[in-house]
């Protein structure tokens, strides 16, 4: 699998970590993943991961653990603001984004801009 593969399938995870945290995920947030992503060529590696967390039922430490070491695996990627904006919008989906979701997405921003200090990439 190419490095980049992985990349968005660890984006998959992460966007299930953030579907999950409220405790369910809600087929409010699954339609805006996809209509989101619609246009991304990326989007079908990006919803099978998701799917797959799901079907697995990976606890949300686990899912976001995972997603976070391969992003600083790999390093600094110029998606990784959209990827943020994406989780925003996944978790607003269903009755605003809930405490424990915008955790996760701060969590998410703070642990990449700490370890990538000089790349203007992340938000």
Known sequence: MAEID????????LVYA???????IQNEERVA?????KDNKW?????????YEDKKSKTVKEAYSKAIDI?????????YGKFADV???VAFAFQGI???EKEIISNFRNELTTVFKNDSNIQ
């Open 87 to 89: 989780l925003e919008l």
């Open 71 to 79: 992003f600083k695996h790999h390093g600094p990627f110029s998606e």
């Open 33 to 37: 993943l996809e209509d989101v992503l």
């Open 6 to 13: 992985k990349l968005y399938e660890a984006f998959g995870e």
């Open 98 to 100: 809930s405490t424990e």
């Open 18 to 24: 953030v579907a999950k945290a409220d405790g369910a």
């Open 43 to 51: 989007a079908s590696d990006i919803i099978w991961s998701f799917n």
